[in-house]
């Protein structure tokens, strides 16, 4: 999967290994991985838009904020990109708005006063019960608990799938990754992420909430799975796709050969995926 790449001189490295951290300057939040090597870099992944910046062992903080706060006008840059086909406008979440759900098309119908307020699926329609004067931010938080609710019921059926596809395993209240051996059948997928054997000490967990510029993130060290609430317009190959790649990063942190490798082999179809990904409403 192709990826932006921007990178920066810095002065000299130390051979230190450590556990990866986080970075957040204003809204852009980068996860850092430090290794062997005497520049900063940072990468966007051209479809989930999540920011990674590869650090020398010993760069202080304070550096690396810099280097983000430099790079902020880039990443926005890259992430707008990853989004430039709008699809429809936005919905105001008026009476007759067309609105996506799992990749077909439902007519909104509104219902003012009544209780309990919240979206409910209804044959062809999505019917949306909020007070009369709700404005555009009621609702959409009111859609985008629905979407959330939506995604609940379906993620952890495809996440077992891919667990099990993936050779990630949960064991007593454990996740424990049982890494099968793929190298020889799984073309692209490089020898180092199949045969790897991690015991996570946390059970995983996913959170849905709205996010502005990322389809998915995954907190290898809090075990936890974020995916955009925005996500549930999409079918559910294209789901399967981003739970996925979440969860290989559970394996692999990097978006490497091998997990790009891995990515496409499970995923023939990841071109029209990566075009559909780039659709969105604006
Ligand atoms: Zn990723």
Known sequence: MPMFINAANSKGSIARFSAMEK???EEI???VFRKRIKNIYVTVDSVTGEAVISAP????VHRLETFLKSQLGWIRKQRAGISVMPRRKKSNFDCGDKIELLGKEYTLVTRAGKKPYGVYAAFENLEMYAPADAKFEYKRNLMDNFY???LASIIPQIAEKWQERLGIRTESNQLKLIFKIVGDKISGCGKDIA?????LGKPLKFVYKRMKSCWGSCNIWKKTITLNTELAKKNIRIIE??????L???????HNKSFNGCMKTFFQDWKTIEQELKIIDS
């Open 148 to 150: 959330a609710s939506k």
């Open 241 to 246: 796709y981003i739970t996925a790649h979440e």
């Open 195 to 199: 045969e790897k054997n991690i015991t």
């Open 248 to 254: 290989l990063h559970l394996k692999e942190i990097k």
């Open 29 to 31: 939040e980068a996860e």
């Open 23 to 25: 970075i957040k300057v």
């Open 57 to 60: 062992a010993r760069a202080s």
